[in-house]
């Protein structure tokens, strides 16, 4: 029978000074936890890890294979024995928290990290029939909004995976926020507990996710954290909170991409953390290595019709972060047209279809538009 | 053959050398890029929190000009990619999503059909390029040169849109291999988000993630960190060069390595152009 080899991570902490690891022979078959039950079975019986239902619903058997998170009941075997060609897999406990022994994690923090962010109902009087007798209704069209969040079963993958937990030890954690948003979107939770949560959840890091997706990837039951994170962001701005360096950010993207099509990397520093002289450091830093930088994008071909667009789909929302700041925007056309001496529209007109060389273009475009 | 260039904010504007380096890398390799002009930012995984739908419809009219071509798509940023792949995702999956943003492209008169492939530089050069042809066209090999492969997350998460196997990628060390590079793919901090994204929301989140990935390169004496994702190589350069006492570790974007290796100057790959400098 075909066998690999587990390296797995063993830590008593009545007995043994530092952890180590032990190799085990197990058979290539079954599932990840079909290995751990093998050889508590017929290897050592003083292996310790979690696991309960053996059918990925209670979420307890997470463990980490060579560095990657992995429902230890939903992982074959022989697909671990092929990604990593039949060299020995390291098994070990959760990142991010305290070992108990083995492959045993404490999830008391996470947890607790999580409460903080309020991820219950707190009843609304005017949804909530106050007589217990009666349904309290949700409509299919109201279970669409979280109908992925409520699959969570606290197995922690996320939050071991997390690139934020990992460089901010107040950050929540991923499930945290995906269970915040689940009340966050619910009708029937009051107003005011939706303000508490968003503040709550701003104090908890909202803006510190690195939107790496990890937590996407790890999560068994498919939620998907850093898009409710994004949908947090947007509710915490359309409840005001737009002094935050990320909602600046987010600004700058609404409006740039409106008005040229691109965003501008060069302007982000200035409009985000008022740095006014990044713009001119930039530039003389390319400069001095000979290469011409542009200051404003060039709009883009077809611009018109999509800003057409943009704003159809932001008018027909009813969620949106912030509305278009087309004062900016003009701010934004006339940038644009100093800098190639014409009009958005003349830009697009004459200057697209030219041949595309960087080195001297700017100078080049110019000349093309009749300025200097 | 040709296949449709989707350029995002990294290959033009101030980048726009990056630009000129990956067409020169690819004439080589007997790919012609095709310029997607009418292609707009793809939102950088940030307009989602204005309106998710806005991305949709964004990146949907960017594929859809590809289509418009009759040509495949070559998405050279890991955000890029991530963020169109997840909108096709999106749309293929969900008919209803899939009609009502062509109502929106109508009025452009551009459909969304579904047709166009999608591919990211490391799948194109794996998948079509092959690493045949590209060890052909090296002249200049970068031999004795220690080379850190650095993937960046957005091509390995989530495993939905991932163009190489998430937990064990191999595409970025053999193109770097057939470059003739000493390829040093064991260090601690591999798997380590460059932390890009968030230097507008949480800046120190950026520098700390920067500072253990760098540090983690030097500590297995690697020369240069090696990326397919521009805004991973914007991290270790500019913002690198923004550190209180930077680790000093030179970084390159994937396609000026093949520049170099093909034989174009310093200056024509792009590597000349760095805040850290490179040793080359």
Same mark, same amino acid.
């Given at each position: 029978?075909?066998?690999?080899?587990?390296?797995?991570?063993?830590?008593?902490?009545?007995?043994?000074?530092?952890?180590?690891?032990?190799?085990?022979?197990?058979?290539?078959?079954?599932?990840?936890?079909?290995?751990?039950?093998?050889?508590?079975?017929?290897?050592?019986?003083?292996?310790?890890?979690?696991?309960?239902?053996?059918?990925?619903?209670?979420?307890?058997?997470?463990?980490?294979?060579? #560095?990657?998170?992995?429902?230890?009941?939903?992982?074959?075997?022989?697909?671990?024995?092929?990604?990593?060609?039949?060299?020995?897999?390291?098994?070990?406990?959760?990142?991010?928290?305290?070992?108990?022994?083995?492959?045993?994690?404490?999830?008391?923090?996470?947890?607790?990290?999580?409460?903080?962010?309020?991820?219950?109902?707190?009843?609304?009087?005017?949804?909530?029939?106050?007589?217990?007798?009666?349904?309290?209704?949700?409509?299919?069209?109201?279970?669409?909004?979280?109908?992925?969040?409520?699959?969570?079963?606290?197995?922690?993958?996320?939050?071991?995976?997390?690139?934020?937990?990992?460089?901010?030890?107040?950050?929540? #954690?991923?499930?945290?926020?995906?269970?915040?948003?689940?009340?966050?979107?619910?009708?029937?939770?009051?107003?005011?507990?939706?303000?508490?949560?968003?503040?709550?959840?701003?104090?908890?890091?909202?803006?510190?996710?690195?939107?790496?997706?990890?937590?996407?990837?790890?999560?068994?039951?498919?939620?998907?954290?850093?898009?409710?994170?994004?949908?947090?962001?947007?509710?915490?701005?359309?409840?005001?909170?737009?002094?935050?360096?990320?909602?600046?950010?987010?600004?700058?993207?609404?409006?740039?991409?409106?008005?040229? #099509?691109?965003?501008?990397?060069?302007?982000?520093?200035?409009?985000?953390? #008022?740095?006014?002289?990044?713009?001119?450091?930039?530039?003389?830093?390319?400069?001095?290595?000979?290469?011409?930088?542009?200051?404003?994008?060039?709009?883009?071909?077809?611009?018109?019709?999509?800003?057409?667009?943009?704003?159809?789909?932001?008018?027909?929302?009813?969620?949106?972060?912030?509305?278009?700041?087309?004062?900016?925007?003009?701010?934004?056309?006339?940038?644009?047209?100093?800098?190639?001496?014409?009009?958005?529209?003349?830009?697009?007109?004459?200057?697209?279809?030219?041949?595309?060389?960087?080195?001297?273009?700017?100078?080049?475009?110019?000349?093309?538009?009749?300025?200097? | 053959?040709?296949?449709?260039?989707?350029?995002?904010?990294?290959?033009?504007?101030?980048?726009?050398?990056?630009?000129?380096?990956?067409?020169?890398?690819?004439?080589?390799?007997?790919?012609?890029?095709?310029?997607?002009?009418?292609?707009?930012?793809?939102?950088?995984?940030?307009?989602?929190?204005?309106?998710?739908?806005?991305?949709?419809?964004?990146?949907?009219?960017?594929?859809?000009?590809?289509?418009?071509?009759?040509?495949?798509?070559?998405?050279?940023?890991?955000?890029?990619?991530?963020?169109?792949?997840?909108?096709?995702?999106?749309?293929?999956?969900?008919?209803?999503?899939?009609?009502?943003?062509?109502?929106?492209?109508?009025?452009?008169?551009?459909?969304?059909?579904?047709?166009?492939?999608?591919?990211?530089?490391?799948?194109?050069?794996?998948? %079509?390029?092959?690493?045949?042809?590209?060890?052909?066209?090296?002249?200049?090999?970068?031999?004795?040169?220690? %080379?850190?492969?650095?993937?960046?997350?957005? %091509?390995?998460?989530?495993?939905?849109?991932?163009?190489?196997?998430?937990?064990?990628?191999?595409?970025?060390?053999?193109?770097?291999?057939?470059?003739?590079?000493?390829?040093?793919?064991?260090?601690?901090?591999?798997?380590?988000?460059?932390?890009?994204?968030?230097?507008?929301?949480?800046?120190?989140?950026?520098?700390?993630?920067?500072?253990?990935?760098?540090?983690? %390169?030097?500590?297995?004496?690697?020369?240069?960190?090696?990326?397919?994702?521009?805004?991973?190589?914007?991290?270790?350069?500019?913002?690198?060069?923004?550190?209180?006492?930077?680790?000093?570790?030179?970084?390159?974007?994937?396609?000026?390595?093949?520049? /170099?290796?093909?034989?174009?100057?310093?200056?024509?790959?792009?590597?000349? /152009?760095?805040?850290?400098?490179?040793?080359?």
């Amino acid at each position: 029978m075909e066998t690999v080899t587990l390296k797995i991570f063993r830590y008593d902490p009545d007995k043994d000074n530092v952890p180590y690891y032990k190799d085990y022979e197990v058979p290539v078959e079954g599932t990840l936890l079909n290995a751990l039950l093998y050889i508590k079975d017929n290897l050592d019986p003083t292996l310790s890890f979690r696991a309960f239902c053996r059918s990925e619903v209670c979420g307890s058997c997470a463990v980490r294979v060579n #560095g990657k998170t992995k429902l230890a009941c939903k992982t074959p075997m022989r697909e671990l024995y092929e990604i990593w060609k039949g060299k020995p897999l390291k098994v070990e406990p959760l990142n991010h928290m305290k070992v108990i022994k083995d492959l045993v994690t404490d999830i008391d923090e996470p947890v607790e990290k999580m409460k903080t962010l309020m991820p219950w109902l707190v009843p609304d009087p005017s949804v909530v029939p106050s007589d217990p007798m009666h349904e309290s209704i949700i409509y299919p069209e109201e279970m669409e909004l979280y109908k992925d969040q409520i699959h969570c079963m606290l197995c922690f993958s996320c939050y071991s995976a997390c690139e934020a937990v990992e460089d901010n030890e107040r950050y929540r #954690g991923p499930f945290a926020f995906s269970r915040a948003y689940r009340f966050q979107v619910d009708r029937r939770d009051i107003e005011t507990a939706k303000d508490r949560r968003i503040r709550y959840a701003i104090s908890g890091g909202l803006w510190s996710c690195v939107q790496c997706q990890k937590c996407l990837h790890v999560c068994p039951k498919g939620v998907k954290p850093a898009e409710d994170i994004q949908n947090l962001r947007r509710r915490s701005i359309r409840k005001g909170f737009t002094d935050k360096p990320g909602a600046k950010k987010l600004k700058h993207y609404v409006d740039w991409i409106y008005a040229t #099509g691109q965003i501008n990397r060069l302007y982000l520093p200035a409009e985000v953390y #008022g740095d006014s002289e990044a713009v001119e450091v930039l530039k003389s830093a390319y400069k001095s290595m000979g290469a011409e930088v542009w200051e404003v994008p060039k709009p883009v071909k077809g611009l018109l019709k999509f800003r057409d667009t943009y704003l159809e789909v932001l008018s027909k929302s009813e969620e949106k972060a912030m509305n278009i700041d087309f004062s900016h925007v003009r701010e934004i056309d006339r940038l644009v047209s100093d800098f190639f001496k014409a009009d958005v529209c003349t830009i697009l007109d004459r200057a697209l279809s030219k041949s595309y060389e960087s080195k001297g273009l700017v100078d080049r475009l110019k000349s093309l538009l009749g300025g200097n | 053959m040709k296949i449709g260039f989707y350029q995002g904010c990294c290959f033009q504007g101030q980048d726009a050398h990056m630009f000129d380096t990956m067409r020169k890398v690819f004439e080589k390799l007997g790919v012609e890029l095709e310029l997607l002009e009418e292609t707009t930012c793809c939102g950088g995984n940030t307009i989602e929190e204005e309106e998710r739908e806005l991305s949709y419809a964004i990146n949907l009219r960017n594929i859809a000009l590809s289509e418009a071509k009759g040509l495949d798509m070559l998405i050279s940023c890991n955000t890029c990619y991530m963020v169109i792949a997840k909108a096709k995702l999106a749309a293929d999956k969900n008919k209803k999503l899939k009609e009502k943003m062509n109502r929106l492209l109508k009025a452009e008169g551009l459909e969304y059909k579904g047709s166009a492939k999608i591919y990211h530089l490391l799948d194109f050069l794996r998948d %079509v390029v092959g690493y045949e042809k590209i060890r052909e066209a090296v002249v200049n090999p970068l031999t004795g040169v220690k %080379v850190v492969p650095y993937y960046g997350c957005h %091509v390995l998460y989530p495993k939905e849109i991932a163009v190489d196997n998430s937990d064990n990628p191999s595409s970025l060390e053999e193109i770097l291999k057939a470059l003739g590079a000493e390829v040093v793919s064991d260090y601690e901090c591999k798997d380590v988000c460059c932390g890009y994204h968030s230097f507008y929301t949480d800046k120190n989140m950026t520098l700390r993630k920067l500072d253990r990935i760098l540090n983690s %390169v030097k500590e297995v004496s690697g020369d240069i960190i090696a990326t397919p994702c521009p805004l991973c190589f914007k991290a270790f350069d500019i913002y690198q060069a923004k550190m209180e006492s930077p680790p000093n570790v030179p970084s390159a974007f994937l396609t000026e390595l093949m520049a /170099y290796a093909f034989g174009l100057s310093r200056e024509e790959s792009g590597l000349k /152009y760095h805040l850290i400098k490179v040793p080359v």
